[in-house]
């Protein structure tokens, strides 16, 4: 019965978040939050505060689906609608850097001060179970929170790429939450399955060319409800996926987030400052369009996610003992996995290897055309043998 509600909250959810980002993007346009075409992703102004309508979508949902009465549902919501005001405000009047770092950790503050939002223990492979202190089970989760919201707003540069991502990792958490069991599984569920929804409804008008940005009130929500689900859905249970399938499900905006935050410290740089070193910047610059980087990181996303999956709901090992059949199905995923995150990795590099070697090659002769470049670094990275590259 709980998998029949999760069908229908997200149908609600993404039916409702359709029909509302017109309006959301009219309210936009009246109040002035639009995308500043000057180095973004815009070649023209467009609304933003595409976060209120799946805000909107969740919050209906939830309503029809989720117990009312519940003060954890309460709380939820409440963290849900704060964050989705501060990156509303935010999208109009661009607040400063800290004052939205201090409006994330107020929602995430919400969530766990006022719902009970957090990990009181984590399970670690090969480790068990491991408790927490109350202040710092609080305080991690907080920081988690925190950092889900910000990794899901760095990789919303693209029309379509944030939106998707979330919808998918919603999708498999929804799944994973109700296969746990947990004590909050059905909160944690339902909650997931509205994510997607909203996500999806959104992506109607996303999706390039895209009609309205969500904006920082879109990607902050959807980072906060994912975070949510995270520890609801997962942490909370003694089950040995608990952090790791998070972590795989997440990975393509954390190591995007990663990278890039690292890439700044090393040039002196601040964490929040704007660059273009992201992936899907990085695929730009490698000529790749819009939405073959959107579906290159939707495959992505859905590797990672299909095998968190898979490693709960498959067979593969019961009781000490491991079935062969699911045990060479699970090892498949898994290099499939790999093998794609490896394969994007070695995509986004040959540009590296392309700005270098370009430098190099004219630097011996300036008259090196572009297609002489292009040449010779197929042949190179077909081969595999290449010259030393300055």
Request: charge should be positive; glycine fraction near 10%; hydrophobic fraction near 55%.
């Amino acid at each position: 019965m709980r998998h029949v509600d999760a069908l229908l909250a997200f149908l609600v959810a993404m039916a409702a978040a359709a029909l509302l980002t017109p309006v959301a993007a009219m309210v936009a346009r009246r109040v002035g939050a639009m995308a500043k075409t000057s180095g973004g992703q815009a070649e023209q102004k467009t609304p933003q505060l595409g976060g209120l309508a799946i805000f909107a979508g969740a919050l209906l949902a939830a309503a029809i689906w989720m117990p009312g009465d519940h003060g954890v549902t309460r709380a939820i919501l409440a963290g849900a609608g704060l964050i989705t005001l501060v990156g509303a405000i935010d999208d109009a009047i661009d607040l400063p850097p800290l004052l939205k770092l201090s409006g994330q950790i107020g929602a995430a503050l919400v969530a766990v001060l006022v719902g009970g939002v957090k990990a009181d223990d984590v399970t670690m492979p090969f480790l068990g179970v491991i408790h927490l202190a109350p202040w710092l089970g609080g305080g991690l989760t907080v920081i988690w929170l925190v950092a889900i919201m910000n990794a899901v707003n760095f990789i919303d540069g693209v029309d379509g790429l944030a939106a998707g991502v979330c919808a998918i990792d919603g999708i498999a958490f929804t799944i994973i939450a109700f296969e746990l069991r947990g004590p909050n599984s059905t909160t944690a569920g339902l909650l997931a399955a509205i994510t997607a929804g909203g996500a999806i409804g959104f992506l109607f008008h996303n999706f390039h060319p895209a009609k309205i940005f969500m904006g920082d009130s879109g990607a902050n929500l959807l980072g906060y409800l994912l975070g949510v689900v995270t520890v609801q859905g997962t942490l909370k249970t003694n089950a040995v996926i608990a952090l790791v399938a998070p972590l795989l499900i997440l990975a393509v905006p954390f190591l995007d987030t990663g990278f890039v935050v690292a890439k700044r410290l090393k040039y002196g740089n601040k964490p929040w400052s704007k660059d273009a070193n992201h992936f899907h910047h990085r695929m730009a610059r490698i000529g790749f369009s819009q939405r073959k980087t959107v579906l290159y990181m939707y495959a992505w996303t859905g590797l990672l996610a299909s095998f968190a999956v898979a490693e709960r709901v498959i067979p593969w090992h019961r009781h000490a003992q491991y079935h062969l059949g699911w045990t060479i199905l699970m090892a498949t995923m898994g290099v499939l996995a790999v093998a794609g995150s490896v394969y994007l990795v070695y995509v986004l590099e040959v540009f590296k290897f392309k700005r270098l070697r370009a430098r190099d090659l004219r630097t011996k002769d300036p008259t090196t055309s572009e297609h002489e470049i292009e040449v010779r670094v197929r042949r190179e990275v077909e081969t595999g043998e290449f010259e030393t590259v300055g």
